[in-house]
């Protein structure tokens, strides 16, 4: 199995033990951030950049002229957003996988993963030689949903701080109550 697959199997699993062990809200649509990335996401595909999509992040990533620091992913992601005047790259907030599947968020450049956080161990440092620039190692994987720039600007302007879109309390969790793409379909039984 991949770990593409093994990631989706997982959110399918949270997906279904909140299904079944959490009282559905009344007013919402999805169960939890899992259900959300699976109903409205997608597992993104390793592919390289081409000279000109790198030509033209790099040139994003010199006038953001910051690091990007690790654990910081929603604020890397979201400002280098912000930072793109040809509103080429998209914020993507998801799950993805290094070792174990966690909560993340990264940019598009499009459909291609750019992630500036983590690092990708083995992989010469300096420049950003040692991220993930549309190709993703074969022990990775992210699945997720792309926002606009005008959402990402329209929420970071109004609250004053990058956060998680799919995890924000503030908000009473108001994305949950969008409309859904497609059935939630019957919990699955999970094993204790």
Known sequence: MTTGQELKNYLTMMRDFRQTAVPFPKGYNYVCA???????????????????????????????????????????????????????????????VGVIPVHHAWVTLNGKVVDLTWRVK?????????????????????????FDTETVREVVLQTEMSHSFLQDYRSGYAIFKEERVAPLPPAQAVAP
């Open 34 to 96: 899992e259900d959300y990335v699976l109903d409205r996401g997608r597992l993104y595909e390793s592919s390289r950049l081409t000279e000109d999509e790198e030509k033209s992040l790099m040139g994003v990533i010199g006038e953001y002229g910051r690091p990007f620091k690790q654990r910081e992913c929603f604020y890397n992601a979201q400002m280098l957003v912000l930072t793109d005047h040809t509103k080429t790259l998209r914020f993507a907030e998801g799950f993805a």
């Open 122 to 146: 083995g992989r010469r440092k300096g420049g950003y030689n040692d991220r993930i620039i549309g190709v993703i190692p074969n022990d990775r994987a992210y699945y997720g949903v792309e």
